[in-house]
Nanobody
Framework: QVQLMESGGGSVQAGGSLSVSCAGS????????MGWFRQAPGKEREGVAS???????RYADSVKGRFTVSRDNPTNTLYLQMNSLKPEDTAMYYCASTTWIDARCRFQFSTADFAYWGQGTQVTVSS
């Protein structure tokens, strides 16, 4: 059974940095697409960044140039480095993976593409 467990996150002042990680377990394959989503109170879950197993990345416009997604394929571990954080980045951050084996992440973020989700880790940015 596939499980995803986020770690990291926390609280930081605006302009600061945080990193979050996601450890995957139970895989019998390397998921070709993994990603980060976030959800703020009262808002819909939105895509933040995704990365295909070949290293191709995709970012939401709101985080482009500030966030960096990476992954370690042998361990199915996903990372998100967040720099120059803003109060509007405050949200619960979730990692997710697809069941795909050989398809790259789509250009448009869609929660429907991702079958497995972590429990989430809170990121709070104060002004």
């Amino acid at each position: 059974q596939v499980q995803l467990m986020e770690s990291g996150g926390g609280s930081v002042q605006a302009g600061g940095s945080l990193s979050v990680s996601c450890a995957g377990s139970g895989y019998t394959y390397t998921p070709s697409c993994m990603g980060w989503f976030r959800q703020a109170p009262g808002k819909e879950r939105e895509g933040v960044a995704s990365i295909s197993s070949d290293g191709a990345t995709r970012y939401a416009d709101s985080v482009k140039g500030r966030f960096t997604v990476s992954r370690d394929n042998p361990t199915n571990t996903l990372y998100l480095q967040m720099n120059s954080l803003k109060p509007e980045d405050t949200a619960m951050y979730y990692c997710a993976s697809t069941t795909w084996i050989d398809a790259r992440c789509r250009f448009q973020f869609s929660t429907a593409d991702f079958a497995y989700w972590g429990q989430g880790t809170q990121v709070t940015v104060s002004s």
